[in-house]
């Protein structure tokens, strides 16, 4: 009887033992599994849009106007090349809200730019209207600009197709935490740096909000639009020393500022200025962006989408976070897919200070555009003493290959960052020689140190 009682227990003991090993095993496979940082290449997709754009609700300056106006006063005629809607004044901004049908080119409302942008293969387009002009005062989620933007986000949102609300934050003075302008995306409100929010408005343009009271803002009042996704926030057309040389960070800032537009429609590259953001601390991803102040960089087709994104799905959710969470390459090549990982870990993520980085990279260019086939590729990290980069692994590749893999082990106690810079048939010159830094930059892998 003892036998059979002792016998029992220890098949209770292990059943039991069992029992929570496989809820253990369970718990920490549902963890990975919603860890989009761990997931296979196979569940990224690249899609294409633009995160930076304008609309008539810029009514100061843009492919409407002969030239921009300084003074509100004094506003500057229409384009004589513009087809403009009966009834709609150039010196009026509350004129402009009429039948979106009206607007036939050059410029127009949000409806017209969303419907241009699925007319014209974009996976998402994103509207970020300067909120320091005319048609966003006072400030207000009910002012009638931005709820032009938002029926149309509600109107255009479809499979297929994700349409973004936003806005651009323009400090234009050095005064109080330096100057530089800012987008925010998928914001449930907006702010701005003229007018702002406390008390009597200044006389226009007189600024206002500060740099610094912009990112106290983000820390602590950003929420995304509809409760849907991430709030995306990013740099715009940085010069090297903006943002008054990138100071007035924090740990928490960095942590929301995602983005940084290294082109604008393909021109040259901000090399220097994203460097510098890197070295201060500043936790960014490279972007390219239209800036689009008309519907001409839509229409031409020399200029495809030029914001590229890492994402499972084309929803608001994950295409918002994937710009938050910096899966995201730039490029000077049209059909290009940039996807690698470090120790497991995809672009974009942040480790936990290793000494040991396992490299693997994989590049895909299309078939039919053999001038954009990779020919090396250059893994590079934050120079030691915090002045721009250094090369720290190099390989070429010979031949007409569309597909690149590489595999590379680093050993590293003080890199802060790596990211690759990539060269392709196209980046030679008739000497033979490479032009600097490529034509493809994809997110970096931060250290964690």
């Given amino acids: 009887m003892i036998m059979k009682t002792s016998r029992i227990s220890l098949y209770l003991l292990f059943a039991l033992f069992v029992f929570f090993s ?26 294409r849009g633009n995160t930076h754009s304008h609309t008539l609700l810029t009514w100061t300056h843009g492919e409407h106007r002969s030239k921009g106006i300084n003074d509100l006063s004094q506003p500057t005629e229409f384009h004589p090349d513009w087809n403009v809607p009966a009834n709609v004044n150039w010196r009026d901004y509350n004129s402009i809200f009429v039948d979106p049908s009206g607007y036939t080119n050059r410029q127009g409302l949000p409806d017209n730019h969303f419907e241009l942008a699925i007319a014209n293969g974009y996976d998402f387009y994103a509207i970020t209207d300067h909120s320091q002009e005319p048609n966003f005062q ?28 936003g806005f651009e934050f323009s400090r ?16 449930s409100t907006y702010i701005n740096a003229d007018h702002g929010q406390r008390g009597p408005a200044p006389a226009w343009p007189d600024a206002n909000w500060s740099i610094p009271q912009f990112y106290n803002w983000v820390k602590t009042t950003a929420k995304p639009y509809k409760n849907s996704g991430y709030v995306v926030v990013g740099f715009n057309h940085p010069s090297a020393q903006q943002y008054d040389d990138w100071n007035n960070i924090d740990a928490e800032i960095a942590e929301k500022i995602c983005t940084f537009e290294i082109h604008t429609n393909y021109n040259k590259n901000r090399w220097d200025a994203y460097i510098r953001a890197l070295n201060k601390g500043w936790r960014v991803s490279p972007i390219g962006v239209h800036d689009n102040h008309g519907y001409s960089a839509i229409l031409n087709k020399q200029l495809p989408p030029p914001t590229f994104v890492l994402a ?6 994950a295409i918002t976070k994937a710009l ?18 470090v120790n497991g870990q995809f672009m974009g993520s942040v480790l936990s200070k290793p000494d040991v980085f396992n490299f ?26 915090g002045e721009g980069v250094t090369i720290v692994a190099d390989q070429s ?9 590489w595999d590379k082990e680093i050993k590293d106690t003080s890199a802060k960052y790596f990211f690759l810079q990539i060269f392709h048939e196209n980046d030679i010159d008739n000497t033979g020689n490479y032009k600097p830094n490529g034509s493809t930059i994809s997110a970096p892998v931060w250290t964690g140190r």
Avoid: M
Wanted: charged content about 25%; glycine content about 6%.
């Fill in 22 to 47: 496989c809820k253990s095993y369970q718990s920490n496979d549902i963890a990975i599994s919603n860890n989009e940082s761990e997931k296979p290449f196979s569940y990224f997709k690249v899609y």
């Fill in 138 to 165: 006072p400030v207000s989620i009910d002012n009638k600009g931005w709820q032009a933007i938002s029926k149309a986000v509600e109107k255009y949102k479809r499979p297929g197709f994700v349409p973004l609300v």
């Fill in 172 to 187: 234009n003075t050095n005064e109080n935490g330096g100057n530089g302008h800012i987008n925010v995306l998928n914001s």
């Fill in 312 to 317: 499972p799905e084309l929803t608001t959710e």
């Fill in 324 to 341: 938050h969470e910096r899966r995201t390459f730039a490029s000077w090549n049209e059909g290009v897919e940039v996807r690698y990982s």
């Fill in 360 to 385: 693997h990279i994989e590049i895909i260019t299309p078939d039919s555009k053999e001038n954009e086939q990779v020919k090396k590729i250059q893994i590079v990290r934050n120079k030691p003493d």
């Fill in 397 to 405: 590749f010979e031949g007409n290959r569309s597909r690149i893999v």
